[in-house]
């Protein structure tokens, strides 16, 4: 009965250094109970670092494209106002006008301004009747027949320059004074200016076709003095455009 009591003596003091059988609570309790925990709990971890840092990627990736979507704010210059429209009131002479001075009168008793350019093509021709008017039988009387010649085949032929003429009746009561431009292209202008008592009158200056050449051979042809002198003042055949509006002065001398 004594033996028992001797080991449980000598157990008491072992089981400081080395632990008794049965005994839990040394440093193999505290490795069990550490790897007696579930083994799934460090992975779940990782598993949730790893998706936290897969979701954030996406994040960054935004981040680094917002500056390219930054480029579609700056707008395309502005072109549409680099170009100035054409300015139509502007836009030039009526062809064949280009030698017309259109300007207003400063003088309205003054005669128009002669065309910018052209040379004369004969001498001024110079038609009277003297006595009386001439649709009243009075005689006509003309300067020089050779310029009348010279003026008529300019204009048969659409010589480019310029024809003058003048013409008075009734005593000097009326008087007429015009003249035709020929263009190179074969258009002219025509333009006359009459002063009759006290108004003078100046007539638009107008540009378009001459008659057909045959119309003027028709006129050297004709015999009376008179007659060839009203070819050299008709009208045009058409008129095309206005290069110079006239004007009247009453009450002048």
């Known amino acids: 009965m004594r033996l028992p009591f001797v ?76 170009t100035a429209p054409p300015d139509t009131e502007t836009a030039g002479t009526i062809a064949g006008c280009e030698c017309i001075l259109d300007e207003e009168p400063k003088d309205l008793n003054s005669s128009p301004a002669a065309p910018t350019c052209g040379e004369p093509l004969c001498n001024g021709i110079f038609g009277t009747c003297v006595d009386d008017f001439c649709d009243l039988g009075a005689p006509f009387e003309l300067s020089e027949p050779a310029d009348l010649q010279c003026a008529l085949t300019a204009l048969r032929d659409r010589t480019p320059g310029i024809v003058t003429w003048s013409f008075s009746e009734g005593g000097g009561i009326v008087n007429e004074d015009g003249y035709w431009l020929i263009n190179e292209d ?45 070819c050299l003042r008709a009208s045009l055949e058409t008129e095309t455009g206005v290069c110079d509006e006239g004007w009247t002065c009453g009450d002048c001398i």
């Open 7 to 82: 080991a449980l003596s000598l157990c008491l003091p072992l089981s400081l250094l080395a632990g008794c059988p049965g005994g839990g609570t040394g440093e193999e309790g505290a490795a069990d109970s550490t790897t007696s925990q579930d083994p799934t709990a460090a992975d779940s971890t990782s598993t949730a670092a790893a998706e936290t840092d897969t979701t954030a990627a996406p994040a960054t990736e935004t981040q680094s494209t917002s500056p390219a979507d930054t480029e579609t704010d700056t707008a395309p210059p502005d072109t549409e106002t680099d």
């Open 186 to 230: 074969g258009t002219a202008v025509r333009r006359d200016w009459v002063r009759e008592d006290l108004t003078f009158t100046v007539n638009d200056a107008v540009v378009g076709e001459l008659p057909p050449p045959e119309i003027y051979d028709a006129c050297l042809a004709e015999p009376d003095d008179y007659a060839r002198f009203n």
